[in-house]
């Protein structure tokens, strides 16, 4: 039974028992900032856990993309080594949010591993938490297990928990006897050694209690069940094979790998090792890419770049000289694009990306290398037999090399690595790592809106249909989300009313603002949010009377805001369109902001546009805007939205029904927001700048309306000053300007001319002020220099002249700085090095420096130890 047929049957099974077959998350946690990536299936359902969101499902069933490399799950130097570490992996899953329990997911599982899979019975053993007594009942009613095979286990073995707070409870897991031979000798058992004998294969989170700060567990109103199984693990078990590697998810690549490099699986360890990391890295880099990950040096982004260049260290050891791993993560989208589109989709991005970080770390490879070479072998001479963390942070800030692959080649040579040192030294450089992927979750929303989420509080949304609407007050909370009855005169709160034509931030769309007014009161709408898809909230500030729950209210929006936030909205989706058509089906949205003023779009793209590529794109977008398309919106199942074509926008989490905006011809897209009948309605689309964000990720700011016939106005009159002031009309500026420019190079390249000359004069006329200081000829002299590169005109002037001495100059500048060079030849490099020399000169100017022995440089910000300086180099040579 190969992985896709497991994979299959698990979702196929649990669909049958009532489980919403759930897509996929991407690995990038949407709403959870504790998390680099999404590490188990239960992610993308942790607010369902813990109560702040509700969906049309009590039971769901997954098969989740993981990625566990970095933090506490950092065992990247064991992947490609181990039977069992991965980078990727897939978790298969089935969960219950509050609706069955321990009987029925032990059922389950049972069932699933005897009659679908067909494991035999005699061969699975089961842990449960020490005090499960419950679990250890129900494994021998409802599963037959023999009460010998069932172990007690501590709380480090057999208890989760979501973190110090919340949600936890036993667990229980299944282990597969894989034989005698596989086992470490008459001691081995479960819970004794950590062989892979008993094979763990899947495990049962019992959810029952709520943890408090203090440590102790309450039980939970709505026990939930979480599980998680490993596919790689699993498809070893079935497939009768010691390593996961040895399965088809790996299998495929390995031997693709192993004819591009002419070697051959399991004949030379090191060489196994080899396959196992590329073909490991190559799922990783193949999955990350299309979830919007790009190669940087922080963050997500620094994870991927780890993984290329590791990986292509690894090729590298096979003889693969050349790019290699574009190819094989090539060769996973063919394994697996069946089953995840979203590779198909970015295959030809993904690909160009990784070629592009292969060829510019290739670049820098050798050199590393060969440093990394020469450090280890002076070590072991000098019989040391660690790798100082100066060097290791040396090879990654110079040649971009990660940490492992230091350690990898210094394992070879039984040396180790200081990486204490080497991380106190990355702490500096990397103090916004952390801040890179702190992710979107907004706890603090969800913290105010708790309680009502808790209490399946829901309001009707209305605002596609009208800006305004009449409806009851359900329910009223101060700022911080405490429960009040009125809001009093000048106070702001969080109203709730029972229908709403407010649109609550969301999508990238911002909150409506407007008014709210009852009888007994009015205030003014400052931002409406969505705590959850099926609840709206005002922010309101109070401006006369008090509103209290149970009133009816009248609540009126912005129709100004609203329409200029539509024609924003709508043109986002032509916009994503017309760089699909201009850029390539990779240039995706990675995020979005749309307001009155502005929208901002950013997508995936690895460089930016040039002028030719925004014309097309904003003549794309103003074309359907003159073509004047009604836009529709249909409510349609997830699935029927799907064979449509609908495109679903990255991170976003979409329930069974969906709401897809369509342009006939031009987009359709799974969107909540409002939009526009008509493109005609938008006037006007115009791109106003078009930047860099992030690795691989661009975007573009742009106007409509009347806000870009605004924006265009302002650069007619910025074009008409300057057509003034160059006397030009508007057309010839761009030749005026370079005329200009060059007219300006021009005058740079005499006054240069100028400076050299003179240079060569002053050069000439100092030689009569050298010194013969204990045997050596010394010039030390302040000249008059505009910067740095004159001065060492200068000095070389000199040096031509003087076939042995010491030449140091010092200049002061206009702003106050200082300049100095130090030259000396290399008859005197036994005694004197320039680089020695600079800094106590340096130091006289309240400066330091730099450089070779032959020749040295240095700023400082003290004119007024010029004198000292000199006379401290001629004090340095007389010692």
């Known amino acids: 039974m190969n992985a896709a047929e497991i994979r299959r049957k698990f979702l196929e099974y649990f669909e049958k028992n009532g489980h919403a077959v759930v897509g996929s998350s991407p690995l990038i946690p949407k709403d959870d900032p504790t998390l680099l990536f999404t590490n188990a299936g239960m992610v993308q359902f942790k607010r369902l856990f813990l109560g702040q969101e509700k969906r049309d499902y009590s039971r769901a069933t997954t098969s989740q993309k993981c990625l566990r490399v970095g933090g506490k799950h950092n065992d990247l130097e064991n992947v490609g080594r181990t039977a069992r570490h991965h980078t990727f992996f897939e978790m298969l899953g089935n969960f219950s949010f509050g609706d069955y329990f321990k009987e029925d997911a032990i059922r389950y599982c049972w069932e699933f591993l005897t009659e679908e899979l067909k494991l035999p019975k005699d061969r699975l053993y089961i842990t449960i938490y020490n005090d499960d007594d419950e679990a250890g009942e129900l494994w021998q009613s409802v599963a037959g297990v023999p009460a010998e095979r069932i172990y007690r286990l501590g709380e480090k073995d057999n208890f989760w928990s979501m973190g110090d707070t919340g949600p936890c409870g036993p667990c229980s897991e299944v282990h597969f006897d894989q034989g005698e031979h596989v086992g470490c000798g008459p001691e081995c058992g479960i819970g004794k050694c950590d062989c892979d004998r008993y094979l763990e294969i899947w495990n049962l989170v019992f959810m029952q209690f709520d943890q408090a700060e203090d440590g102790t567990r309450t039980p939970l109103p709505r026990p939930s069940i979480d599980t998680g199984m490993g596919l790689e693990r699993i498809a070893a078990v079935c497939q009768g094979v010691a390593s996961n590697y040895e399965t088809d998810l ?481 057309a010839d500026l761009p030749a005026k300007v370079r005329a200009l420019q060059q007219q300006v190079k021009d005058m740079a390249r005499e006054v240069k001319q100028l400076q050299a000359k003179l240079a060569s004069g002053t050069g000439r006329d100092m030689l009569a002020e050298a010194e013969q200081i204990g045997g050596v000829t010394v010039l030390a002299a302040q000249v008059e220099a505009p910067d740095m590169n004159v001065m060492l005109e200068q000095m070389d002037a000199l040096r031509s002249k003087i076939a042995s001495g010491i030449v140091c100059l010092v200049a002061g500048h206009d702003d106050g700085k200082v300049s100095v060079a130090l030259s000396v030849t290399k008859d005197l490099h036994g005694r004197f090095k320039a680089s020695d020399l600079i800094k106590p000169v340096a130091a006289e100017v309240g400066g330091g420096g730099g450089g070779r022995p032959d020749l040295a440089r240095a700023g400082g910000t003290d004119a007024s130890g010029i004198p000292a300086a000199l006379s401290k180099i001629k004090a340095l040579v007389a010692g």
């Open 250 to 730: 790996f299998q495929s690549i390995i031997r693709y790998t192993a004819e591009l490099a002419g070697v051959k699986y399991r004949e030379n360890e090191e060489i196994d090792t080899a396959l196992q990391v590329v073909a490991d890295h190559s799922r990783a880099i193949a999955f990350l890419i299309p979830d919007q990950v790009l190669p940087s040096n922080e963050g997500r982004g620094y994870i991927l770049r780890r993984l290329i260049r590791r990986a292509c260290r690894f090729g590298k050891l096979m003889g693969l000289t050349e790019p290699f791993l574009w190819k094989t993560a090539g060769k996973v989208v063919e394994d697996m694009g069946d089953h995840f589109a979203e590779l198909r989709e970015s295959r030809d991005f993904m690909i160009e990306v990784v070629r592009g970080e292969e060829e510019g770390f290739a670049k820098t490879l050798d050199k590393g290398l060969e440093m990394l070479e020469a450090e280890l072998a002076e070590l072991k001479a000098a019989g040391t037999a660690l790798v100082p963390g100066e060097t290791a942070f040396k090879l990654y800030d110079t040649y971009g090399f990660p940490i492992d692959i230091v350690r990898d080649v210094a394992e070879r040579h039984a040396i180790g690595v200081d990486e204490a040192g080497f991380e106190a030294l990355m702490k500096e450089q990397k103090t916004r790592s952390k801040a890179a992927w702190k992710g979107s979750g907004d706890k603090d929303l969800a913290a105010v809106f708790h309680t009502l989420l808790e209490q399946d509080v829901t309001s009707e949304f209305t605002g596609y249909e009208a800006m305004a609407d009449q409806s009851e007050i359900t329910h009223l909370l101060s700022e911080a989300g405490e429960a009040v009855e009125a809001l009093e005169p000048g106070a702001t709160g969080w109203v709730v009313t029972r229908s709403t034509p407010f649109y609550g931030e969301s999508g990238g769309q911002v909150g409506d603002s407007g008014e709210l007014a009852a009888s007994s009161g009015r205030g003014i709408v400052l931002d409406a949010v969505k705590p959850s898809q099926s609840l709206t909230a005002h922010k309101v500030a109070m401006t006369q009377g008090q509103l209290r729950v149970g009133d009816s209210v009248f609540l009126n929006v912005d129709r100004g805001q609203r329409l200029a936030t539509m024609r924003n909205h709508t043109v986002t989706h032509l916009l994503h369109a017309a760089l699909h058509k201009v850029l390539g089906d990779h240039a995706r949205q990675a995020g979005s902001l749309v307001g009155p003023d502005r929208l901002r779009f950013d997508f995936t793209h690895i460089k930016g546009l040039t002028v030719e590529e925004i014309v097309r794109v904003e003549t794309l977008v103003n074309q359907s805007i003159l073509d004047a398309v009604p836009v529709s919106r249909e409510v349609v199942s997830i699935e029927e939205a799907q064979a449509k074509g609908a495109t679903a926008l990255f991170g976003e989490k979409y329930g069974d029904s969906v709401s897809v905006i369509e342009v006939p011809g031009v987009s359709m897209e799974l969107c909540g927001g409002t939009h526009l009948d008509n493109t005609g309605l938008a006037g006007q689309f115009v791109i106003v700048s078009e930047s860099g964000v992030a690795a691989g990720i661009r975007r573009i700011e742009a106007a409509t309306g009347g806000n870009a016939i605004a924006y265009l106005n302002e650069r007619r009159v910025a074009a008409a000053e300057a057509s003034a002031l160059l006397k030009a009309q508007p």
